[in-house]
């Protein structure tokens, strides 16, 4: 894990990161999730990506997603009709017409509904496990 951990504090100084890049472990079985970790309830995965870039240690399922899009996606739960047909993100005024909202979801990769049981979602800096994807993100306009 060192080579992780050190990789990470170059990648943020390379880069200029004000936080962590975040490693993000899919558990696909109750023997896989961390011991002892915080479990989110109430939270977005934007808002659990947060947590881990600031130094969290923290898992998210589908009891603790509120997020109806990012649940979707991680296989948590359904699709609600309305984003499914594209009402939704018209209301939200995030598209104009229905069909791009729908285009959007049919294009959207997602793994399929069950399978994933949790997600586990860390600093790297301080990863005791290898990721399955890294998450880079910062200040906006950085």
Excluded at 6 to 30: D, E, H, R, W
Excluded at 42 to 53: E, F, T
Excluded at 97 to 118: D, H, N, R, V, Y
């Amino acid at each position: 894990m060192n080579k992780i951990n050190s990789s990470a504090q170059t990648v943020k100084n390379i880069l200029g990161l004000t936080s962590s890049p975040v490693g993000v472990k899919f558990c696909f079985s109750k023997e896989s999730i961390p011991q002892n970790i915080e479990k989110l309830t109430g939270h977005r995965y934007c808002q659990a990506l947060m947590k881990a870039r600031h130094g969290k240690h923290v898992l998210l399922d589908s009891e603790g997603i509120s997020c109806p899009a990012a649940a979707a996606a991680f296989g948590f739960k359904p699709l609600p009709e309305p984003l499914k047909s594209g009402k939704g993100l018209v209301g939200f005024g995030i598209v104009d017409e229905e069909t791009s909202g729908i285009a959007m979801f049919e294009g959207m990769t997602t793994i399929p509904q069950g399978k994933l049981i949790s997600l586990y979602l860390f600093p790297l800096e301080t990863a005791t496990i290898e990721p399955d994807i890294v998450v880079v993100e910062d200040e906006t306009e950085k």
